[in-house]
């Protein structure tokens, strides 16, 4: 059974910066991709950024380009997310997820492409 486990929320003033972790507790071998997706209160999941593990390719949100990276820590099943430049419509809970499938630009942005979440992290912007 994988598990993600998150960290790294927290309350921040808009303009500020966070960075997100998520540890997998498997083998880099048995994951293709890692990433975030996040929902705020009342709204439905939304996509945020994803990496490949092979090849690393990102994929984002057009919604948060240019002010959030994602990237993975060498050899461990770790994905990072930084974000920078914070802004009250950030504010949600961030879940880590994870597939063992080929990314694209279709897939990425569905919930049903990933089949490991974590529980979350709570990002808070305040204005």
């Known amino acids: 059974q994988v598990e993600l486990v998150e960290s790294g929320g927290g309350l921040v003033q808009s303009g500020g910066s966070l960075r997100l972790s998520c540890d997998a507790s498997?083998?880099?071998?048995?994951?293709?991709?890692m990433g975030w997706f996040r929902q705020a209160p009342g709204k439905e999941r939304e996509f945020v950024a994803a990496?490949?593990?092979?090849?690393?390719?990102?994929y984002y949100a057009d919604s948060v380009k240019g002010r959030f990276s994602v990237s993975r820590d060498g050899a461990r099943a770790t994905v990072r997310l930084q974000m920078n430049s914070l802004k009250p419509e950030d504010k949600a809970r961030y879940f880590c997820?994870?597939?063992?499938?080929?990314?694209?630009?279709?897939?990425?942005?569905?919930?049903?492409?990933?089949?490991?979440w974590g529980r979350g992290t709570q990002v808070t912007v305040r204005a």
């Open positions: 997820i994870a597939t063992r499938w080929a990314l694209n630009s279709i897939a990425v942005v569905t919930t049903d492409h990933y089949e490991r």
């Open positions: 498997v083998r880099t071998s048995s994951i293709y991709a």
């Open positions: 990496l490949s593990w092979t090849g690393g390719s990102t």
